[in-house]
């Protein structure tokens, strides 16, 4: 008989359900509402540590990028609900709390500003990888159906890669440049229009535009849009020389493979 039927992460779950309900019990009882703001932001950060070991459990499990995008809506949760608790806490005179919350206001901001950058960072990474993951060798592959599937998986990695970052830090800027001038949130169509600022950066496209000019100039004037810029080019250079170059390689060796499996049926 094994020495311990469980593993780790049952164990730290079964505190979590037994635990969890005593301090929101608790917490209605002496802070009301609030408590279950906390208690939300608690769950769904659970969630999205342990995503891909709950849908795991699933009879058939969703693919694996979808696990990113899951992770992805219970971290943002978890922030939104920690900010509101936290901003509520500080108009509200609750012993220690509103104290704590109005010494650290600025450590909280910021520490919420980074994480919701380094969530969509590690959403970015965990989409390409996942999608990879689903390539196969063409020397496994067995048939035209397979060999169809194998290209089509192949070409929307290859799109993702080149597309998805630039999507991902036009969201990143439009997020950071919203802090400087909230006006950017009354815009239309904000989320496309830094995307396309952030294939500009990517790809040095030419500025015709004197809006972009200005939103690029504004970029390069605060330090946390540096940030992000470095992280920009940082990212999507470490992208398109290692998944973009092993796209091609894949698309070479299926076109070799296609190839060779042409000449001997000819012959």
Known sequence: MDKFQYSLRDYIFAIIVLVLPCCFIFGVAIFS????????????????????????KIKTPPPSPL?????LVSFLMTIYCFIFFMSEVYTSEIIFLSDFAKKFSNVI???AIFCTIG???????????GLYKYIKEPVKINNKRERFEAVFILIMSLLTTL????????????FSLSLI????LEMKNSILEFTYISFVIHYGLPLNSETIQAYIKLINEHTLNRLIQLLHVSICKFLDLTFVAMSINYFLSFLNSFNNSKNKNAS
Not at 67 to 71: H, L, M, P, T, V
Not at 181 to 184: A, F, Y
């Open 67 to 71: 696990y990113a995008f899951y992770r």
């Open 33 to 56: 509402y609030l408590s279950f703001i906390l208690f939300l932001a608690v769950i769904f950060l659970y969630l999205g540590i342990n995503i891909n070991y709950l849908l795991s």
């Open 163 to 174: 597309v998805l970052p630039d999507v991902i830090f036009g969201i990143l800027y439009s």
């Open 119 to 129: 969530i969509f960072i590690w959403f970015l990474f965990e989409v390409v990888f």
């Open 181 to 184: 001038d909230t006006k950017i």
């Open 109 to 111: 901001s910021y520490f």
